[in-house]
């Protein structure tokens, strides 16, 4: 079946303009997971959503920083104002269950955001 | 903080030889682990993963050791091919940390022909 999607695969926008990533979770998959990755740098937790539970926003690194989850399935990760430190590479995973479960999380390609 | 981290950033090998990349992790309430593959420009992929409950697993050609006591935690892949060639995270699903990942630096492998 299909994976997890992500778009765009590439974006380069200029500071302080707004951008939104989407993400497209495995049908089924009742969580949702947003990463970054700085170049040569491990994955770095951004949120998480579990179904209609409210989300874990722990890992945002700012208020410049939210992401919604529509209907249960497709995210949308916003970043406001964009800086050249949000710069990295924006990765999306769900799984069939979350909250301490142990259920695998699948990875999409990412996003590759460039803020000049 | 928590963290997961790894012994060695690089690892080099010829191909055929096995590899071992090691991880060490400081949350001793983890229950969870996994070891990712990622290839350049594109997502982490599931290579292994071993629950607390258990000291080794094997997949097809990797097995996991987990050594709680001295919180380590190691992948080994068997007769190494250029394929393998990738960075390789450690993860850990903290006990109480909810659904989210807390992930090591990396290790990059190489193998050589």
């Known amino acids: 079946g299909a994976g997890v999607s992500q778009s765009p695969s590439n974006k380069v926008t200029e500071k302080g303009k707004d951008v939104e990533l989407r993400c497209d979770p495995i049908s089924g998959h009742t969580a949702l997971y947003w990463y970054r990755q700085s170049l040569g740098q491990g994955l770095e937790f951004l949120i998480y959503?579990?179904?209609?539970?409210?989300?874990?926003k722990s890992g945002l690194p700012s208020d410049r920083f939210s992401a919604e989850r529509t209907g249960g399935s497709v995210s949308t990760l916003t970043i406001q104002r964009t800086q050249q430190e949000d710069s990295a590479v924006y990765l999306c995973?769900?799984?069939?269950?979350?909250?301490?479960?142990?259920?695998?999380?699948?990875f999409g390609p990412g996003t590759r955001l460039t803020v000049l | 903080g928590e963290s997961v981290g790894l012994h060695l950033p690089t690892l080099s090998v010829q191909e055929g030889d096995n590899s071992i990349i090691n991880c060490a992790y400081s949350n001793s309430a983890s229950d969870y682990f996994i070891w990712y593959k990622q290839e350049s420009g594109k997502g982490p992929q599931f290579i292994i993963d071993i629950r607390s409950n258990m000291d080794k697993r094997q997949g097809q050609r990797v097995t996991v050791l987990l050594n709680k006591t001295v919180k380590h935690l190691s992948l080994q892949i068997a007769a190494t091919q250029p394929g393998d060639s990738a960075v390789y995270f450690c993860a850990e699903n903290g006990n109480n940390q909810g659904g989210k990942l807390i992930f090591g630096q990396g290790t990059e492998l190489s193998v050589k022909p």
């Open positions: 995973a769900s799984s069939l269950a979350g909250r301490g479960s142990t259920d695998t999380q699948y």
């Open positions: 959503f579990q179904g209609n539970s409210a989300p874990d």
